[in-house]
Nanobody, 118 residues
Framework: QVQLVESGGGLVQAGDSLRLSCAASGRAFSTPATAWFRQAPGKEREFVAYIKYTPYYADSVKGRFTISRDNAKNTVYLQMNSLKPEDTAVYYC??????????????WGQGTQVTVSS
């Protein structure tokens, strides 16, 4: 029962930009908030950004990443600029009630790999 589909990951160089997409359907689409989390090798899953009425960001990505949505396409985007090697991780889309905790989200995508080389 796939309700979140992610795309847009890849291999880029430091300083480059990348845009991730998350398409929602079914019960996942009906939830009010959408978030992006990431998990780097050897680390716990980390909050990146979420949007409900207004967008919120982790300090590590403020000024570089932008979360947005296209309601007509049931899609949320994560625009990532000025990428750094430390941004390398598997990025996950999630939908639920909101907040910076993973426990606020019921539905999760499969994850997409982002690798930033130096």
């Amino acid at each position: 029962q796939v309700q979140l589909v992610e795309s847009g990951g890849g291999l880029v160089q430091a300083g480059d930009s990348l845009r991730l997409s998350c398409a929602a359907s079914g019960r996942a689409f009906s939830t009010p908030a959408t978030a992006w989390f990431r998990q780097a090798p050897g680390k716990e899953r980390e909050f990146v950004a979420y949007i409900k009425y207004t967008p919120y960001y982790a300090d590590s990505v403020k000024g570089r990443f932008t979360i947005s949505r296209d309601n007509a396409k049931n899609t949320v985007y994560l625009q990532m600029n000025s990428l750094k090697p430390e941004d390398t991780a598997v990025y996950y889309c999630a939908k639920g009630s909101g907040g910076s905790s993973r426990y606020g989200y019921e539905f999760w995508g499969q994850g997409t790999q982002v690798t930033v080389s130096s």
